[in-house]
């Protein structure tokens, strides 16, 4: 994939302690940097991804009111935790 140039002012610390942290891990700095914001950039995507099903969720549950207890999925979470291969609970009204 193509790259292109972009240029990243950092604070003089935070530049020295890159430098120091990416001689000690064998890396250059310039790796350092394009590593970093390539996992910020796949969290946010995916902190994104799990914030927009929760919408869809919601939105489904506000049009059906199709629901399980705390109770319902606390007991079913349990079983699961004991090894067990439970149903999950019904949605209900």
Not at 7 to 16: E, M, R, Y
Not at 24 to 52: D, F, L, N, P, T
Request: charged share 25%; net charge negative; proline share 5%.
């Amino acid at each position: 994939m193509p790259t292109i140039p972009v240029t990243v002012k950092l604070d003089k610390d935070v530049q020295i302690r890159m430098k120091v942290l990416a001689e000690a891990c064998g890396k250059s700095s310039h790796w350092m940097m394009r590593e970093a914001i390539r996992q910020y950039v796949e969290h946010g995507e995916k902190r994104e991804a799990y914030r927009q099903d929760g919408l869809r969720v919601w939105a489904a549950y506000e049009q059906t009111g199709l629901h399980v207890s705390h109770a319902e999925a606390d007991a079913w979470l349990a079983q699961l935790a004991n090894g067990g291969n439970p149903e999950p609970p019904a949605c209900h009204l």
